[in-house]
């Protein structure tokens, strides 16, 4: 049971930096993506205050706080695939978002099961 702990807070913080490190560090590719998809400026400021806000709920230890943060970031990744799926994006550039789903799905699976 340990180990499901270990590899829970691991992944919590594998989300919390992959977020801040494309939000914060790489924000101009960020910049570049919504210009591609031609989606607003204002609705990049909105996902990535969304993003960050999830991102800091998922490093809480309260539970409710780790649902909807992780319920927060899988429903930006389904929108986020979508988005990439109307594009017609290559597949290899759909993975980020993918994978972080699938982690957050994880993630909220196992603090759901531990309430």
């Known amino acids: 049971m340990e180990t499901i702990f270990v590899i829970n807070d691991a992944l919590k913080i594998i989300v919390g930096v992959s977020i801040f490190f494309v939000w914060v560090v790489r924000y101009s590719n960020i910049i570049e ?7 607003p400026d204002w609705l990049r400021d909105m996902v990535g205050i969304f993003k960050l ?3 800091v709920m ?10 909807i ?5 899988t429903l930006l990744m389904c ?4 988005t990439h799926f109307r594009i017609n ?3 290899f550039k759909r993975l980020p978002s993918l994978s972080l789903m699938i982690i957050c799905i994880m993630l909220f699976t196992v603090e759901y099961s531990l309430q």
């Open 79 to 82: 929108a986020t695939l979508f």
């Open 53 to 55: 806000s999830f991102a």
């Open 58 to 67: 998922i490093q809480s230890d309260l539970a409710q706080l780790v649902l």
């Open 33 to 39: 993506e919504f210009k591609q998809f031609q989606l």
């Open 89 to 91: 994006t290559p597949y």
């Open 69 to 73: 943060g992780t319920g927060g970031i």
